[in-house]
Every structure is written in structure tokens, then in C-alpha cells.
């Protein structure tokens, strides 16, 4: 099973990613995750996207296809695999089906206003990256997560600022996307505004 996570930013795409790994035994891979590993590492990837990401904006098309190119030529995708982040681009999903066959896309369907809430509120496990939301998926004790005990933190592109320079890059390079897939007869729209379960009952539904 070969997935692609769609969707603006805040739908969802990471929360949901997690669920369908453990339930599937699949890896997920997240472009967002890679590269903001690089820059916490302060590799030459990372100090080269450093300003990018915390601008909201994306990171050239060839960097990234490099990347996922040389990351499905691992070992633990044999037996599937799902994208989370990765394409957003029409060049990028282009360039992917030069190197993988992708079986279905899931598109997150979610209002701006309800990303932009979930955004402000978002909260990551500098650990584990256990994904956590103030109000919606508070952790036991605050700024603790609940899994390693690690510190919380706050994403550097989710200042408003960057968020809506996220949200309009979306738009105008990642939407026509589900056109390009709807094209293929590969696109499956979810509603992921309502609970992680209720999203995960919808793509159980799907695959
Ligand atoms: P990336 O890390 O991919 O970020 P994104 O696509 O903007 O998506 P997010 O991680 O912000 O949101 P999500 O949908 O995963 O939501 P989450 O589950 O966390 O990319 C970051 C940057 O890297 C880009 O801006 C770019 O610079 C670069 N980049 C990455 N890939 C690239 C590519 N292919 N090309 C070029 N550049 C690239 O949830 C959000 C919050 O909501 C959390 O707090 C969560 O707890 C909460 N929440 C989630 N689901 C629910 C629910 N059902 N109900 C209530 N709350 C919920």
C-alpha cells in the first residue's frame, strides 16, 4: 500500500500519519520531518532551508524529489509507504511517478478557520514528535509529553504570519494537485475537521 497525505497544512496530515502506521505497519514519511531535522542538526540541508520553512515557504522542488527519491530506496518501504507533505508541488508529482506508483490519495478536506486554530494551538514533542494540541489534545501536564516525558514545543512556522503565507501557498501550488490525482482516479476526499477517529473511521472505510 503506497499513500500520499493531502491536504493544507493543520488538516491533519501528521495526527492521522501516526495512526495509520501503527494500525497498517507502514512508515510514514514526512518532508516536513526530514527537514526540520536537518535544521535542528544544522546540516548543510538544514541551514539551507532553515529561512524557507520559517518563512512558510517551500523548499525548492529539486531538493526535496532528491530526497524522497533516495529516502524510498530504503528497506523498510518495500512493503508499503505513505507521503505526508510530499508532493506539493505539480513538478514534484510529476517527478515522483518517475520513481513510484503511488495506489491511493487521500485528501484532507478542512476550513481555514479550523487550521488556523488547530495551528496556534499546535504543540510538538522535541523527543518523539508526538503531535499535541492545547485545547483539542492537551498532554497530561503541561509541556510534558505524555509519551517520553520530552519538552513541548512551538513550530517556528506557526506564527500567524506564517501560517497564512502557508495557507496561501497551498492554494495557489498544492490544490491544483487534486486535480492532477482526481485525473488519475486515485484522489479519495476525507472531512478532517471532525476527530482523529472520525477521520481514521474514513480512511479505514477507504483502504
Ligand atoms: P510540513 O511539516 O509538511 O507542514 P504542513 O504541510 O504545513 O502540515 P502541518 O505539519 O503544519 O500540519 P498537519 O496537517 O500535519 O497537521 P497536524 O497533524 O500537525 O511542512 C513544513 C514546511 O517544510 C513547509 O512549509 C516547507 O517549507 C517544507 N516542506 C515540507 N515538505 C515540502 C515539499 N514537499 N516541498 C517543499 N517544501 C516542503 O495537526 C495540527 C494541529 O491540529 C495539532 O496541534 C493537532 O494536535 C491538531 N489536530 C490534528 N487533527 C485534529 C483533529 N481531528 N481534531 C482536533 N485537533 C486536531
Known amino acids: 500500500m503506497k499513500l500520499i497525505l493531502l491536504g493544507p497544512p493543520g488538516a491533519g496530515k ?31 540541508l538544514g541551514i539551507k532551508v532553515k529561512e524557507i520553512m520559517n518563512k512558510g515557504e517551500l523548499v525548492p522542488d529539486e531538493v526535496t524529489c532528491d530526497l524522497v527519491k533516495e529516502r524510498l530506496g530504503q ?24 520513481f513510484a506508483e503511488i495506489d491511493i490519495v487521500i485528501n ?27 485545547t483539542n489534545m492537551p498532554p497530561k501536564t503541561e509541556g510534558v ?17 506564517s501560517i497564512k503565507n502557508r495557507l496561501e501557498i497551498y492554494k495557489e501550488q498544492t490544490e491544483p494537485l487534486i486535480n492532477f490525482y482526481k485525473n488519475l482516479n486515485l484522489l479519495k476526499d476525507i472531512d478532517s475537521s471532525k476527530t482523529p477517529k472520525k477521520a481514521m473511521e474514513q480512511i479505514t472505510e477507504i483502504l
Not at 501528521?14 to 531535522?37: N, Q, V
Not at 518495500?78 to 505539480?90: C, S, V
Not at 509529553?145 to 500567524?160: Q, V
Request: some cysteine; overall charge negative.
Open 145 to 161: 509529553c505524555d509519551i517520553c516525558s520530552g519538552e513541548l514545543y512551538i513550530r517556528d512556522d506557526d506564527k500567524i504570519e
Open 75 to 98: 528497506d523498510d518501504v518495500k512493503n508499503g509507504y505513505m507521503l505526508d507533505g510530499f508532493p506539493r508541488t505539480i513538478p514534484q508529482a510529476e517527478s515522483l511517478s518517475t
Open 108 to 134: 484532507f478536506i478542512c476550513s481555514n478557520d479550523v487550521v488556523i486554530s488547530r495551528l496556534s494551538g499546535r504543540r510538538i514533542c522535541r523527543e518523539c514528535g508526538k503531535i499535541y494540541h492545547v
Open 14 to 44: 501528521g495526527t492521522i500519519a501516526a495512526l495509520i502506521s501503527e494500525k497498517y505497519k507502514i512508515p510514514g514519511i514526512s518532508t516536513g520531518d526530514i527537514f526540520r531535522k536537518a535544521v535542528k542538526d544544522s546540516t548543510p
